[in-house]
């Protein structure tokens, strides 16, 4: 008799239990420990996603349609399949109408997400009309992670777009649309008793001052986004100096000291949304703060926009930095009026204001794939903040100091500010319609080389005068993770479309590109492996902050999936060992900050689903000469074995949490 051929494929049990199956005959070594029946089932074959196909399923579809119209006239189809929706079949009738429904499920859903111009810009959408509302009240919401990174359904975000850093993730998976998440652990700490325990808010703490917050945020916050000139604030809060009218001083004061104190916790901390709190309450006592406007206010709606964003209410933030545009145009921020007879100090705070209000919004666009609100560049004449020491110029100033040609506490501000000066239009060109083809993906990339190209020499990661000053450190790298991003967003639309093609129609099918869709996949892995590369280099020469650990992670998942998309679309290629090798320093990186990060806890659990095949094998480089090696991968995410809701139901491992 000829030897049976053994399985290419898991069988049910390690397929369901996500367990290395090692395929053999009559049963699998998982399944013969276990007691388990070992059931192979054959790989469902899916008619190939043509637009002849999809043609042919519709017009099948209009036929059935008048068929049943025909048979039974007085029946509305709609009401009829609505009422039949929740209920069970009988096994003869289910039999006959799954292949058909599967069919067309799978027409559908590929339709919406294969055929788009440009798979990786279209965008998920909510079931209901007010899909996209939002409530962060509480923390007890999983729905929300600050870095738009992990919100895979849409429902209770708010709306996420074409370039929000969940993208990659929703551009790939298919999964199971009734998916509950009101289930999900809350932002603020572990499920207790199969109930939520509402976050406890500590009280300020005794024998801790205020002080000690206030050092914290200048310390580690002020380095990296200097929006306060530090001796005119402590003055104020000495009592030195007079302070800011009516509610909005202590609205400042609760806004640093919610940052300070953010800066120096961590997850189970509670400290900070005490002082967040306090704002809260000045917010409700007293709705006229609103009814002013002036500078403080204004750096305090700043901060509380990146507080709350980065405590995981990022809408929140949103609405705070939107408030914050508005105040600053009533009050002229985006003018220079070099007429004006200020001091030099307040004509250079309005300044550091208006540009520190211009990156965050803009940055915040970035994340979330929203539009940047902001004036055109041709409206605003505000110069750029001097790149000057602090202590350099001070209330008694006379006169504006000269720049200098070193790094200082502003060189981020001003680099950082220029960068987006140069790359809002060509962001707003990326979420147009229509989308960009590669050839014009990779003009837009000309004005961010021309920016990088500019950057002082003083201002290079590697120079010696930014080496000694270990303050402006990670300002400096977070401005090069930030630039490997803005192209990692540029082209990665051509690595989710090439991604998905294969992963739909197999390597076999021999999908053709352009030289300009190749030139854009190569750069987009580029800036990926040099931003992880960048990471490791930072992790291993620096002191990691809570807030260099947050951007960390930011820039780190959303450039760690890109060599992981390569790797599992075309294993056998000759650069898939050092695709692995960039899976291992993501890995390491990632369960470095995952002992006291909650959010990277849930990044390593995606990368070890994605990658479970050559994470569980004892010889990972032998394994790549398999080229079926991540079919089974493939087809829980494109849908070739059913619909891939076992691997696809993220919700149940809890992958929005946040920080």
């Known amino acids: 008799m000829p030897r049976e051929e053994a399985p290419r494929f898991a069988c049910d049990e390690c397929r369901t239990r996500k367990f290395k199956c090692t395929k053999e005959l009559p049963a699998c070594a998982v399944c013969t420990r276990q007691g388990k029946k070992c ?146 652990p809350p932002l603020g700490g572990p499920l207790n008793d199969g109930d939520y325990e509402f ?93 002013a406007g002036n500078l403080a206010l204004v750096q305090a709606l700043l901060l509380l926009s990146n507080y709350t964003q980065k405590t995981n209410k990022p809408n929140t933030g949103w609405n705070y930095l939107g408030l914050a545009v508005r105040m600053a145009l009533s009050l002229g921020l985006h003018k220079e009026f070099p007429e004006w007879k200020i001091s030099p100090l307040q004509r250079e705070m309005r300044r550091r204001v208006w540009w520190g209000l211009y990156i965050f919004d803009s940055g915040a666009s970035i994340t979330f794939g929203r539009p940047v609100l902001l004036p055109e560049a041709s409206i605003m004449d505000t110069n750029p903040v001097l790149n000057i020491h602090e202590e350099d110029l001070t209330a008694t100033t006379m006169s504006l100091p000269q720049e200098i040609a070193l790094p200082t506490v502003y060189s981020g501000l001003r680099a950082q500010s220029a960068l987006h000066l140069t790359t809002n239009q060509l962001y707003h060109r990326l979420i147009s319609t229509p989308v960009p083809t590669s050839s014009e993906l990779l003009s837009l990339r000309v004005p961010l080389d021309t920016w990088q190209n500019s950057i002082p020499a003083y201002f290079q990661v590697h120079s010696p005068e930014l080496q000694a000053n270990d303050a402006y450190i990670l300002a400096r790298y977070r401005l090069s993770w930030r630039t490997w991003n803005l192209r990692i967003i540029l082209f990665r639309p051509t690595v989710l479309r090439w991604a998905a093609k294969l992963w739909s129609l197999g390597p076999d099918n021999g999908l053709d590109g352009d030289e300009s869709d190749e030139k854009c996949r190569m750069l987009c892995l580029e800036s990926a492996r040099e931003t992880i590369a960048s990471i490791s280099e930072y992790m291993a020469g620096n002191l990691t902050s809570r807030l260099g650990s947050w951007y960390m992670l930011y820039f780190l998942f959303q450039a760690g999936l890109i060599p992981i998309i390569f790797l599992i679309t075309t294993p056998t290629s000759l650069h898939a060992p050092s695709w692995l090798d960039d899976l291992r320093v993501t890995k390491n990186l990632l369960s470095y900050v995952a002992v006291s990060n909650r959010l990277a806890e849930r990044c390593l659990e995606i990368i070890d689903r994605m990658c479970a095949p050559l994470l569980n094998a004892s010889e990972p480089e032998v394994m790549l000469q398999d080229p079926n090696l991540f079919s089974d991968v493939q087809s829980m995410f494109v849908g070739d074995q059913g619909d891939g809701s076992e691997f696809m139901d993220w919700t149940n491992f809890g992958l929005q949490w946040g920080l």
């Open 39 to 184: 059931i192979y089932s054959p790989r469902v074959e899916r008619t190939p996603l043509t637009r002849s196909n999809l043609t042919a399923a519709e017009d099948r579809i209009r036929k059935l349609e008048a068929a049943i119209s025909e048979l039974v006239p007085d029946v509305d189809l709609g009401n009829l399949l609505d009422s039949t929706s929740n209920r069970p079949l009988s096994r003869s009738r289910r039999n006959d109408s799954e292949p058909l429904r599967s069919e067309v499920a799978d027409i559908q859903s590929r339709d919406i997400i294969r055929e788009s111009a440009s798979p990786g810009a279209e965008e998920a959408l909510p079931q209901q009309a007010d899909g996209f509302d939002w409530a962060e009240e509480t923390t007890l919401s999983g729905l929300s992670d600050g870095m738009a990174a992990l919100s895979i359904k849409p429902e209770g975000t708010g709306y996420l777009g074409a370039t929000s850093s969940v993208m990659p993730l929703r551009a790939l998976l298919i999964g199971d649309p009734e998916t509950d998440t009101s289930r999900q």
């Open 199 to 291: 976050p406890y808010i500590a009280p300020p703490l005794s024998g801790i001052s205020e002080q000690v917050f206030i050092d914290a945020y200048f310390l580690y916050y002020h380095t990296a986004y200097p929006f306060l000139h530090e001796a005119t604030f402590r003055a104020q809060y000495s009592g030195e100096l007079s302070r800011p009218k009516g509610k909005t001083w202590p609205i400042l004061l609760n806004s640093v000291l919610a940052i300070g104190s953010w800066c120096v916790g961590n997850d189970n901390s509670t400290i900070d949304r005490t002082f967040y709190q306090e704002v809260n309450a000045l917010w409700q006592d007293d709705a006229s703060v609103f009814e």
